[in-house]
Antibody, heavy 122, light 111 residues
Framework: EVQLVESGGGLVQPGRSLRLSCTAS????????MTWVRQAPGKGLEWVGF??????????DYAASVKGRFSISRDDSKSIAYLQADSLKTEDTAVYYC?????????????WGQGTMVVVSS | DTVVTQSPLSLSVTPGEPASISCRSS???????????LDWYLQKPGQSPQLLIY???NRAPGVPDRFSGSGSGTEFTLKISRVEAEDVGVYYC????????FGQGTKVEIK
């Protein structure tokens, strides 16, 4: 079964750090671009950032709201993508989803995890 | 930053009737390769988002053909030819031409 499973969420104090993991199974992880998207309670989707596949240099891009505080990495040998979130703010409270996308010609594979909740509060 | 703006923000539709959602971008999403970097997603209540349309008009695998995407440059539309009860949820467009960004979302409910 093709799936992505997020982990690492929880309660964290403002200013502290958290590392989220996204573990893939049933797919050739190294071919996929991996994205993190978040959703604050009762709000819409917010794109956080992504990392391209190694074949495209594993380059990253981030939303302005998290740039300089969050970083995304990947370990293709373990089929895991990470979101390192530093200097957390209360407004970072959200469900964090990971997404994997592979486009080959006219075909696409687009997979989402179930999300992990992060609460930033003192 | 490239901003995408959806309209309307909510829609109430009778089953079997068509529905249409607009997405307008602050900058052109048309790449020199001829593709429009605009996706449509649906988030059903209590679920993760799911991809409906990618590159402006390509239906994702498993998506019913009552869903279609059109448009180019800065103006895009998602159309549902005949709305069904299972189509309720929030629809988002997302531009992928520059640093990605979602629209505000359009909540679709059944009358």
């Amino acid at each position: 079964e093709v799936q992505l499973v997020e982990s690492g969420g929880g309660l964290v104090q403002p200013g502290r750090s958290l590392r989220l993991s996204c573990t893939a199974s049933g797919l050739h992880f190294g071919d996929y671009a991996m994205t993190w998207v978040r959703q604050a309670p009762g709000k819409g989707l917010e794109w956080v950032g992504f990392i391209r596949a190694a074949a495209y240099g594993a380059t990253t891009d981030y939303a302005a709201s998290v740039k300089g505080r969050f970083s995304i990495s990947r370990d293709d040998s373990k089929s895991i993508a990470y979101l390192q979130a530093d200097s957390l703010k209360t407004e970072d409270t959200a469900v964090y989803y990971c997404n994997g996308r592979l486009v080959r010609g006219n075909d696409v594979s687009d997979i989402w995890g179930q999300g992990t909740m992060v609460v930033v509060s003192s | 930053d490239t901003v995408v703006t959806q309209s309307p923000l909510s829609l109430s539709v009778t089953p079997g009737e068509p529905a249409s959602i607009s997405c307008r971008s602050s900058e052109s999403l048309l790449h020199a390769n001829g593709y429009n970097y605009l996706d449509w997603y649906l988030q059903k209540p209590g679920q993760s988002p799911q991809l409906l349309i990618y590159l402006g008009s390509n239906r994702a695998p498993g998506v019913p053909d009552r869903f279609s995407g059109s448009g180019s440059g800065t103006e895009f539309t998602l159309k549902i030819s005949r709305v069904e009860a299972e189509d309720v949820g929030v629809y988002y467009c997302m531009q992928a031409r520059q640093t990605r960004a979602f629209g505000q979302g359009t909540k679709v409910e059944i009358k």
